[in-house]
C-alpha cells in the first residue's frame, strides 16, 4: 500500500488529504484503487501560503494517525499563479522581441502587459517556413543587459515565426544565461502555435510568475522536509496533469486554473463517471465545467485569466462570483427588490464572531434594538493583514484607512456618508482593508444546515437584513429564517442557470442572453401554459464544495437531470492533486518550402525529397522531444502514441500536401508511484 498527499490552496480553504493506494492496480490503469483515510482544511493564508499548506499537513497527519516517513507521493493545486494574474502581481520581467516591431504589437494585449517592464527590440526573423530572412543582431541587447538584469527577475523571449526555427530564441536565451545566469522563457518552449504577440504574451506572464512560484515551492518542499516527508513534489497544471516541482517552477504559467482542474479529476475519481457537468462551488466563486469521456474540456482558444488571453491549454472553465462569502446585497429598485449575491466576497458574520465575538455580538445586538434602521447596520471593516507597503494615493483613502484596526469595527461607527463607504471598497480593492457582512454561509448556520461557527452572529446579522422595506414599505423577509430561505433560495437558482449557460457555451451559443430569454426562464420555473418548453442537459451534474449537498440537488433538478454529490465531495480539489497522471504532448512539424521538398522544422531541421522520409525523421525527433519533457516531468515508464495531423489540399484533381505536424503523446505515473520503478523508456 502506498500513501499519497494532495493539497489545495484555495481562495478560502487550503484543504490535505491522504489517500491509501492499493499497489495490486496496474500502472497502466485509468484510476488509481484507493480511498480517503484522513482529510483537513484550515483557513488560506494569502500573506503567506504555507502558512495555511502547513496547517493543513499537520491536521492531516494527525487524523490519518500514520507516519509523515510513510507518504509516497505529494502533489500540489494552487491558486498562486492564477491569482497573481487576475490581482497584476508577479515579479518585473524583460522583454525581448526578435524581429517584431513596435507597430507590430501597437495594438496587442503585449504592449499593455509590458506596460513600464524594459523590452528591447532585436532585428532578425525567420519567415513562415523557418527560413532565416534577417539575421539576429544582439548587439542591443548586449549594450543594455547589464542595466536591465538589476531591474529584473527574468527575461521572456519572443521571436519572429520561432515556431517554425527557434534559432534566434536560443542565441538570445544563451546569452542572457551568460551574461546573467536568471530565468530566461522561451516562447518556443510553451507553445508551438502561430501568432506571435499572443504566443509573446504567454512567455512574459510566464517569466514573471516564475520566481514567486518558486518561492512557493521551495517553501513547501522545505515544509515537507521539517516534517520528514522525503518523496518528490508534483504540481497540478491546468489541464489537470502532473509534473514535478521543477517542471512547474520553468512553466508556471502552465499552472493557471490548476484548482479548478484537479477539481475535475477529484470529480471523476469520486464518482467514476466520464460525462458529467461538474459545479464546485467554494468560497469566492463557483466553477462549472465539463467531463467529456473522462478528460476535462480544454478550452481550444487558450485559457483566459484576468483581462490576458494566454496560448495554455488548460480545462474550458466558466467562473461566476457566486459562493459561501458572496456578498449578500439588496436590489435598489423595484416594489420586491431582487437579493443580489456577489460577485464580491466578504468575511461571514459567523466567521468574524470565532474570533471577535463580543465586538461583533454587542454591535449587532445594538443596531437590532435601535427603531430606525441605519444604511451601514450589519457590517465591519477591518484592516486585511496583508504586507502592502504601499499607502493609497488619494487623501480620503489614507484617511480612513488610519481609523481601520486590525480589530473590527461596525461601518455605522465609522463611517457618515455613501461616499466614505466608497473610500472603503476602495481599500478593500487595493487590499489594505476587508468587510464583514451577510453571506450564504451565514443563512446556513440560520437554517441549521451549517453550524462551523457562530450562529448568534448569522441570526442577528440575517434579522437585520430582514428589516429591510420594500417598495411598498414592508419588510423583505418576516425573520432571520424566512431572510435565510430566500437566500438559499437563490443560490439555488442561480447555480442552476450556471450550469444551463455552461452547456449552451459548450455547444456553441450565446448563453448569456439565452438564460435569460423568458421561454428559458418559463421552462426552468416550470411555468407551463398552452405552450410546453422543457429545458434540460445531457448529463448529471457532479457538485462539489462545503455547500455543495445545500445547493445543487436542487439546482439539478430544476434542469432536469441527476444530481451526484459524492463523499469527501469537500475535499475534491486535493483529491484531484494527487490521483492525477502525466499527460504531455510535443508536436513536430513539416512545411514544404518548395514543390517536392520536405522539411521538418525545430530544433535539428533537415529536408527531405519525399514525404515518408520526413514523417520518419519527424516522428524521431518527436520521440527525443517528449521522452526529454517526460523525465524533467517526473515521469515513470511509459510508451509514446502517435499521431499525425495532415493538411492536404485539391488542386487540379490532385491531392497536394500543404504541412503537417506529428504529435508525441504519453500518459504516465509520475515516478514515485510506480510499484517497481524500471530504468529507462519504453
Known amino acids: 500500500m502506498s500513501i499519497l498527499l494532495g493539497i489545495d490552496t484555495g481562495g478560502t480553504f487550503t484543504d490535505a488529504v491522504i489517500i491509501s493506494r492499493n499497489d495490486d492496480t496496474a500502472s497502466s490503469s485509468d484510476f488509481i484503487d484507493g480511498k480517503v483515510i484522513a482529510k483537513a482544511k484550515s483557513l488560506t493564508t494569502k500573506s503567506d501560503l504555507v502558512v495555511g499548506i502547513a496547517a493543513s499537513v499537520e491536521k492531516v497527519l494527525q487524523s490519518a494517525g500514520i507516519g509523515s516517513s510513510e507518504i509516497t507521493l505529494v502533489s500540489l493545486s494552487t491558486t498562486l499563479a492564477t491569482n497573481a494574474l487576475v490581482e497584476g502581481h508577479g515579479g518585473r520581467a524583460a522583454m525581448v522581441l526578435a524581429g517584431f516591431s513596435e507597430k507590430d504589437i501597437a495594438n496587442s494585449p503585449l504592449k499593455k502587459a509590458i506596460g513600464n517592464d524594459p523590452c528591447i527590440y532585436l532585428s532578425g526573423a525567420h519567415d513562415a517556413n523557418g527560413h532565416q530572412i534577417q539575421p539576429l543582431d544582439l548587439g542591443p541587447l548586449e549594450s543594455a543587459i547589464d542595466a536591465i538584469s538589476g531591474a529584473v527577475e527574468g527575461f521572456a523571449v519572443a521571436g519572429y515565426f520561432a515556431v517554425r526555427n527557434p534559432a534566434h530564441e536560443r542565441e538570445i536565451r544563451d546569452l542572457i544565461l551568460a551574461k546573467t545566469g536568471m530565468p530566461v522563457t522561451c516562447s518556443y518552449?510553451?507553445?508551438?502555435?502561430?501568432?506571435?504577440?499572443?504566443?509573446?504574451?504567454?512567455?512574459?506572464?510566464?517569466?514573471?510568475?516564475?520566481?514567486?512560484?518558486?518561492?512557493?515551492?521551495?517553501?513547501?518542499?522545505?515544509?515537507?522536509?521539517?516534517?520528514?516527508?522525503?518523496?518528490?513534489?508534483?504540481?497540478?497544471?491546468?489541464?489537470?496533469?502532473?509534473v514535478s516541482a521543477e517542471f512547474a517552477m520553468r512553466r508556471p504559467i502552465e499552472t493557471i486554473l490548476s484548482g479548478p482542474a484537479a477539481s475535475l479529476i477529484g470529480a471523476r475519481w469520486l464518482t467514476r463517471k466520464d460525462n458529467a457537468f461538474v459545479s464546485d462551488i467554494g468560497g469566492t466563486t463557483t466553477d462549472v465545467a465539463v467531463l467529456e469521456n473522462g478528460r476535462p474540456k480544454i478550452d481550444g482558444s487558450g485559457a483566459k485569466v484576468g483581462?490576458?488571453?494566454?496560448?495554455?491549454?488548460?480545462?474550458?472553465?466558466?467562473?461566476?462570483?457566486?459562493?459561501?462569502?458572496?456578498?449578500?446585497?439588496?436590489?435598489?429598485?423595484?416594489?420586491?427588490?431582487?437579493?443580489?449575491?456577489?460577485?464580491?466576497?466578504?468575511?461571514?458574520?459567523?466567521?468574524?464572531?470565532?474570533?471577535?465575538?463580543?465586538?461583533?455580538?454587542?454591535?449587532?445586538?445594538?443596531?437590532?434594538?435601535?427603531?430606525?434602521?441605519?444604511?451601514?447596520?450589519g457590517k465591519f471593516a477591518m484592516a486585511s493583514g496583508l504586507n502592502i507597503?504601499?499607502?493609497?494615493?488619494?487623501?480620503?483613502?489614507?484617511?480612513?484607512?488610519?481609523?481601520?484596526?486590525?480589530?473590527?469595527t461596525p461601518l455605522d461607527r465609522l463611517l457618515s456618508s455613501q461616499s466614505q463607504y466608497a473610500t472603503l471598497q476602495k481599500l478593500v480593492r487595493s487590499g489594505h482593508a476587508l468587510i464583514s457582512a451577510v453571506t450564504p454561509s451565514d443563512a446556513m448556520h440560520v437554517l441549521g444546515k451549517y453550524d462551523a461557527w457562530n450562529g448568534e452572529a448569522a441570526f442577528l446579522g440575517l434579522s437585520l437584513f430582514a428589516r429591510q422595506k420594500n417598495g411598498r414599505g414592508q419588510p423583505i423577509a418576516k425573520?432571520?429564517?424566512a431572510m435565510a430561505e430566500r437566500i438559499r433560495t437563490k443560490i439555488i437558482n442561480r447555480s442552476a442557470d450556471m450550469v444551463l449557460l455552461t452547456g449552451f457555451r459548450q455547444d456553441g451559443m450565446d448563453g448569456d442572453n439565452l438564460i435569460n430569454h423568458p421561454l428559458v426562464k418559463k421552462a426552468l420555473a416550470g411555468e407551463n401554459g398552452r405552450v410546453k418548453v422543457d429545458v434540460s442537459l445531457d448529463r448529471p451534474l457532479i457538485g462539489l464544495g462545503a455547500s455543495a449537498h445545500q445547493y445543487l440537488p436542487p439546482a439539478a433538478s430544476r434542469l432536469g437531470i441527476a444530481s451526484i454529490i459524492p463523499e469527501h465531495a469537500e475535499v475534491a480539489n486535493a483529491i484531484g492533486?494527487?490521483?492525477?497522471?502525466?499527460?504531455?504532448?510535443?508536436?513536430?512539424?513539416?512545411?514544404?518550402?518548395?514543390?517536392?521538398?520536405?522539411?521538418?522544422?525545430?530544433?535539428?531541421?533537415?529536408?527531405?525529397?519525399d514525404l515518408e522520409s520526413a514523417k520518419t525523421f519527424a516522428k524521431q525527433q518527436a520521440r527525443i522531444g517528449i521522452e526529454k519533457r517526460a523525465l524533467e516531468a517526473g515521469a515513470a515508464?511509459?510508451?509514446?502514441?502517435?499521431?499525425?495531423?495532415?493538411?492536404?489540399?485539391?488542386?487540379?484533381?490532385?491531392?497536394?500536401?500543404?504541412?503537417?505536424?506529428?504529435?508525441?503523446?504519453?500518459?504516465a505515473r509520475p515516478l514515485q508511484l510506480m510499484i517497481k520503478p524500471k530504468k529507462g523508456l519504453t
Request: proline share 5%.
Open 637 to 667: 515508464e511509459f510508451t509514446v502514441i502517435f499521431e499525425q495531423d495532415l493538411k492536404m489540399a485539391t488542386i487540379e484533381g490532385q491531392e497536394k500536401f500543404i504541412e503537417g505536424t506529428i504529435i508525441a503523446r504519453i500518459t
Open 189 to 242: 518552449e510553451l507553445s508551438d502555435q502561430l501568432n506571435g504577440p499572443k504566443r509573446a504574451l504567454t512567455t512574459l506572464l510566464n517569466a514573471r510568475l516564475i520566481s514567486m512560484t518558486a518561492r512557493l515551492i521551495q517553501a513547501t518542499t522545505g515544509l515537507l522536509k521539517q516534517k520528514n516527508i522525503g518523496c518528490p513534489l508534483m504540481v497540478v497544471r491546468g489541464d489537470g496533469s502532473l
Open 577 to 609: 492533486a494527487v490521483v492525477g497522471q502525466i499527460e504531455l504532448t510535443f508536436s513536430v512539424m513539416i512545411l514544404q518550402p518548395s514543390e517536392g521538398i520536405y522539411e521538418v522544422a525545430g530544433e535539428k531541421r533537415r529536408a527531405f525529397n
Open 389 to 408: 507597503s504601499a499607502m493609497p494615493e488619494g487623501a480620503s483613502e489614507q484617511k480612513l484607512l488610519e481609523q481601520i484596526t486590525p480589530a473590527p
Open 479 to 481: 425573520d432571520a429564517n
Open 307 to 377: 483581462e490576458f488571453q494566454t496560448m495554455v491549454e488548460a480545462v474550458a472553465m466558466n467562473t461566476f462570483g457566486l459562493g459561501g462569502d458572496s456578498e449578500i446585497k439588496l436590489e435598489e429598485t423595484g416594489l420586491e427588490p431582487e437579493i443580489i449575491a456577489g460577485p464580491g466576497r466578504v468575511i461571514p458574520l459567523s466567521l468574524l464572531a470565532i474570533e471577535h465575538k463580543s465586538i461583533v455580538l454587542s454591535a449587532l445586538e445594538r443596531q437590532l434594538r435601535s427603531p430606525i434602521r441605519g444604511r451601514f447596520e
